[in-house]
């Protein structure tokens, strides 16, 4: 089973991943390994639903959020790239977000995804 849910800030897709989780744990007896929920800045980090050791502290995920927008850009595109083979190879594998987070919240909070506003050199 893959699946990748999609849904706006508070819109329950954490939570919605989670009861999946459980539902699947007493239908089938074994639960997802990982849920993967990283997409939303500043919360890239840590796996649902048991490795909440990794989760970012608040002065970390203040950190993030002072990055530059191409800091934060190459951030969120080294975790795509480097989810991306486990996402097609996972037997099971539930993602939230996922690139298309990304291509809403990117260019909408994070100022990067955004066509250049004038020409570089070069360009």
């Known amino acids: 089973m893959k699946l990748v849910l999609i849904g706006c800030e508070y819109a329950g897709t954490t939570t919605l991943a989670l009861a999946i989780n459980q539902w699947m744990r007493q239908t089938t007896g074994t639960g997802l390994p990982l849920i993967h929920d990283h997409w939303k800045l500043p919360h890239t980090s840590g796996h649902l639903p048991d490795d ?19 800091l934060k850009e190459m951030h969120q595109r080294h975790s795509f790239y480097y989810h991306t083979p486990h996402a097609a190879t996972d037997e099971n594998s539930l993602i939230i977000g996922y ?22 050199e070069g360009s």
């Open 99 to 120: 690139h298309f987070d990304d291509a809403v919240y990117g260019p909408l909070y994070f100022r990067y995804g955004r066509p250049p506003t004038r020409k570089t």
């Open 52 to 70: 909440r050791s990794h989760f970012l502290t608040v002065e970390e995920q203040d950190q993030i959020l002072g990055l530059s927008p191409k």
